[in-house]
């Protein structure tokens, strides 16, 4: 099972930011446990989204939405970190149309 290395940019450090201490923790921990092996595999929680501003997968974490792309062979680079609420998403607590 390969390994990937994970990578945040900065705006999605910031968007981790943007949310209490406790909902950073759940998020750091689902993106390590689910994004370490087996990034590119459809899940219940990773999926492949259609064409996008923000990345080709999706994984949900709770409430919580991670959008990343996987570069060369074994770098998952998260790109973005929003919640849901119903059908819509908000990144650092604005709205944002996929």
């Known amino acids: 099972m390969m390994k990937y290395d994970i990578?945040?940019?900065e705006s999605?450090?910031?968007d981790i930011e943007h949310?209490?201490?406790?909902?950073?923790?759940?998020i750091a921990v689902g993106i390590q446990r689910?994004?370490?092996h087996?990034?590119?595999?459809?899940?219940?929680?990773?999926?492949?989204?259609?064409?996008?501003?923000?990345?080709?997968y999706e994984l949900r974490i709770d409430k919580y939405r991670v959008f990343y792309k996987v570069e060369g062979n074994n770098t998952v680079k998260v790109v973005a970190v929003g919640?849901?609420?119903?059908?819509?998403?908000f990144i650092r607590g604005a709205k944002f149309e996929l």
């Open 7 to 9: 990578v945040l940019t």
């Open 83 to 89: 919640h849901k609420e119903h059908n819509e998403l």
């Open 38 to 56: 087996e990034a590119e595999t459809r899940t219940k929680k990773k999926k492949p989204l259609r064409e996008n501003p923000l990345g080709p």
């Open 34 to 36: 689910h994004l370490q």
């Open 12 to 14: 999605a450090k910031a």
């Open 19 to 26: 949310f209490e201490r406790r909902y950073r923790r759940i």
